[in-house]
């Protein structure tokens, strides 16, 4: 794929996104370290009842896989920070490489908008750090299949280039008013 069709965004987008995801992501990981050693840890981000990783993370949806979830984003982010630095170098991105990052942030986020909704309605507590990691993964996959949309040869994928955005910012007011609906009113 020459570069010229992968927007700077992009590159942007991968490049902060992807630390500040790994950042919540290894904070995550270092509070449920210390939450296995020390039971009566009080995680940094506890703020009250509703807005309490530490509650969130001892949880059996935290570990999905039978690991800390929190790891899938230690280990991916820095992936895709380096792919946003190259797209920002201009060094050449194959377009089969944006493929998989539509393909895997495209799981992540159905998987993210299941943490949300297990958060929100099952758990009935707000993990600040998953909110974040969750509010990077979302952008990631809309934006990274914009750019392989509008350089497709199929003509449907490219009628959606132009509701990427709309999407990203419909997931954010979806997840946004079920915050607010359950905590809130």
Same mark, same amino acid.
């Given at each position: 794929?020459?570069? &010229?069709?992968?927007? &700077?965004?992009?590159?942007?987008?991968?490049?902060?996104?992807?630390?500040?995801?790994?950042?919540?992501?290894?904070?995550?990981?270092?509070? &449920?370290?210390?939450?296995?050693?020390?039971? &009566?840890?009080?995680?940094?981000?506890?703020?009250?009842?509703?807005?309490?990783?530490?509650?969130?993370?001892?949880?059996?949806?935290? *570990?999905? @896989?039978?690991?800390?979830?929190?790891?899938?984003?230690?280990?991916? @982010?820095?992936?895709?920070?380096?792919?946003?630095?190259?797209?920002?170098?201009?060094?050449?991105?194959?377009?089969?490489?944006?493929?998989?990052?539509?393909?895997?942030?495209?799981?992540?986020?159905?998987?993210? *908008?299941?943490?949300? @909704?297990?958060?929100?309605?099952?758990?009935?507590?707000?993990?600040?750090?998953?909110?974040?990691?969750?509010?990077?993964?979302?952008?990631? =996959?809309?934006?990274?299949?914009?750019?392989? @949309?509008?350089?497709?040869?199929? *003509?449907?994928?490219?009628?959606?280039?132009? =509701?990427?955005?709309?999407?990203?910012?419909?997931?954010?007011?979806?997840?946004?008013?079920?915050?607010?609906?359950?905590?809130?009113?």
């Amino acid at each position: 794929m020459n570069n &010229k069709t992968v927007s &700077k965004n992009l590159g942007w987008l991968l490049s902060v996104g992807g630390v500040v995801g790994w950042i919540s992501s290894f904070i995550l990981t270092i509070d &449920k370290i210390k939450l296995l050693e020390n039971p &009566k840890y009080i995680s940094s981000c506890n703020v009250n009842s509703v807005l309490a990783c530490g509650n969130v993370v001892k949880t059996a949806q935290a *570990s999905v @896989f039978g690991f800390p979830n929190s790891i899938i984003g230690v280990s991916s @982010f820095p992936i895709l920070v380096l792919i946003g630095v190259l797209i920002l170098l201009d060094v050449f991105i194959p377009r089969w490489m944006l493929q998989i990052i539509a393909l895997v942030s495209g799981l992540a986020t159905l998987f993210v *908008s299941w943490l949300a @909704f297990q958060s929100i309605y099952v758990i009935e507590i707000l993990c600040p750090y998953c909110i974040v990691v969750w509010a990077m993964t979302v952008p990631i =996959f809309f934006l990274t299949s914009r750019d392989l @949309f509008k350089n497709s040869r199929n *003509s449907t994928l490219k009628l959606l280039v132009p =509701f990427t955005g709309f999407l990203t910012l419909a997931w954010f007011a979806v997840v946004g008013a079920a915050i607010t609906l359950q905590f809130v009113i």
